[in-house]
């Protein structure tokens, strides 16, 4: 029953370090988001995907790269952090059938950059 | 594009009725959701609506107008584990990809 599963939950980074966020889903999702959380701001789309093999920007993509090689994995990499992506991340999914099918989130991943 | 708008705060008092009110502008209308959040945890599925009207689901009730851009999430018999924030999203794209309004952060007071 595990749903859609972030890696890490914490990470502390230094200006100008490389990571990647890794998202899992168990539901055999096409569609899968990456969104940030700010306080005061409400959560923003970084990327998105509609399958294996594809990718699209969001509202904010700068700074992020993504990569979507299987069904059930969405990657989320920082090539370069900077201080203004210190952010809670939220990885998401949802099924293609029916207009009605919510977004099942991840629980999160706390990213400080120092 | 989209433009979603809810209030930031809100008190209420255990055991009364509190209505969360949403507005939004969109390009397309697809439907509107409700997601809880409550501190430190991912936001949670409540309601979905697509035509107008109230949809009811036990304490929790979501109302749509589309001809006024205009939702509200109502909750009923107020307990202390419904301080949250309450988001509200438009789908739109592709994927249905989600714009979140701010969100409305509820305290509910004994």
């Known amino acids: 029953n595990a749903g859609v599963t972030q890696t890490p939950k914490f990470r502390v980074l230094k200006t100008g370090q490389s990571m990647t966020l890794l998202c899992a889903q168990d539901?055999?999702?096409?569609?899968m988001y990456w969104y940030r959380q700010d306080p005061g701001m409400g959560l923003r789309l970084i990327h998105y995907?509609?399958?294996?093999?594809?990718?699209a920007k969001g509202e904010v993509p700068d700074g992020y790269n993504v990569s979507r090689l299987k069904k059930q994995n969405f990657l989320l990499g920082l090539e370069s952090a900077a201080p203004s992506q210190t952010s809670v991340y939220f990885c998401?999914?949802?099924?293609?059938?029916?207009?009605?099918?919510?977004?099942?989130f991840g629980d999160g991943t706390r990213l400080s950059i120092l | 594009g989209q433009n979603i708008d809810q209030p930031t705060e809100m008190t209420a008092t255990e055991g009364a009725i509190v209505q969360i009110n949403c507005t939004y502008q969109?390009?397309?209308?697809?439907?509107l959701f409700w997601y809880q959040q409550h501190a430190g945890e991912a936001p949670t599925f409540l309601s979905y609506?697509?035509?107008?009207g109230l949809e009811e689901k036990g304490r929790f009730s979501s109302f749509l107008s589309r001809s006024k851009g205009y939702s509200y999430l109502l909750l009923k018999e107020l307990q202390m584990k419904d301080s949250a924030s309450y988001l509200c999203?438009?789908?739109?794209?592709?994927?249905?990809?989600?714009?979140f309004g701010s969100g409305t952060q509820l305290t509910v007071l004994p």
């Open positions: 995907s509609v399958g294996e093999g594809t990718t």
């Open positions: 969109t390009s397309g209308f697809n439907g």
């Open positions: 539901m055999n999702h096409e569609y």
């Open positions: 999203a438009a789908p739109s794209g592709s994927a249905r990809q989600l714009t």
């Open positions: 609506n697509v035509l107008d």
């Open positions: 998401a999914s949802s099924d293609t059938q029916g207009s009605n099918q919510p977004q099942h």
